[in-house]
């Protein structure tokens, strides 16, 4: 039976994901992936919704309200190296232009329009190392909690090496209920390399009213609309995720699994 938190591709070229609060059945977070060929523009009025541009691989000139912002992108795919992205604030419009074949994440949360568009460089994304031994991961930090450059946004890239284990031990932020927790949807979208890997990701709540184990290949999407969320990749393919967060407070507070925190004074 398949999952209503996972969706394929819907298409080789063009927009393949599109991701929306109502389709999702929540209220903030909205994804959609965009493979887009040399000369394709996109163009978008972002309403009350702010926005960060992703490429994924490939360049692309980026002019918001008719006025050029610069180029984002440059990485031969997610692998490569930190990104080069764009932030377009709520209340304006914004035109994408492929200057080479593109793939480019659409990130977006409710705004008001408060803070102006810029250009987020791969100087200005932190990284930091995460986990040791099979539970090490990559990540990439392009609007953490910490940023004072969105308004309900977070986007984070994360690299999980082949055969470890991402977003382990098991967390999980549905509550707002801070300073403890917060309350954060989420998105996880999916590259291997090579391209024919796959993973496993689990969902779950405390009481097993949600608990769902799926099985990824290269650009599928998870939703995790609450729990716990764990993600796994076989052995000789490391794993690209992509993640968008937004709740009612733009603040990363997350609760770990009890049954599995030990891992973390081992």
């Known amino acids: 039976m398949a999952s209503h938190l996972h969706l394929r591709p819907r298409s080789e070229t ?101 803070l102006p568009a810029r250009l987020i460089p791969p100087s200005e994304v932190g990284q930091e190392t995460r986990g040791k031994g099979s539970n090490t991961r990559l990540v990439a930090n392009i609007l953490p909690d910490t940023s004072p450059h969105a308004e309900s946004l977070l986007v984070v890239e994360v690299i999980t090496p082949s055969g470890n284990w991402s977003s382990y031990p098991p967390h999980k932020h549905d509550r707002d209920a801070l300073p403890a927790e917060s309350q954060l949807e989420e998105t996880y979208y999916h590259r291997f390399n090579p391209p024919q890997g796959y993973a496993v990701q689990r969902v779950y709540t405390d009481d097993r009213s949600l608990d769902e184990t799926i099985a990824l290949e290269d650009r599928d999407v998870v939703l995790v609309p609450r729990g716990y969320h764990p993600v796994g990749v076989a052995h000789g393919y490391d794993l690209f995720y992509l993640n968008v967060m937004a709740g009612p407070k733009r603040i990363w507070k997350f609760h770990n699994d009890p049954a599995h925190e030990w891992l973390l004074k081992a």
């Open 14 to 114: 063009g927009c393949i994901h599109h991701v929306t609060p109502q389709s999702a059945g929540w209220i903030y977070v909205g994804f959609a992936v965009h493979r887009l060929a040399k000369g394709d523009i996109l163009r978008m009025d972002t309403g009350a919704r702010e926005f960060c541009l992703v490429p994924l691989s490939g360049t692309a000139d980026v002019a918001v309200k008719g006025a050029l912002l610069g180029s984002v992108g440059g990485r031969e795919g997610p692998f490569a190296g930190p990104p080069s992205s764009a932030y377009v604030p709520a209340q304006s419009d914004f035109e994408l232009r492929a200057t080479s074949p593109c793939e480019v994440a659409l990130c977006s949360a409710p705004a008001q329009g408060r």
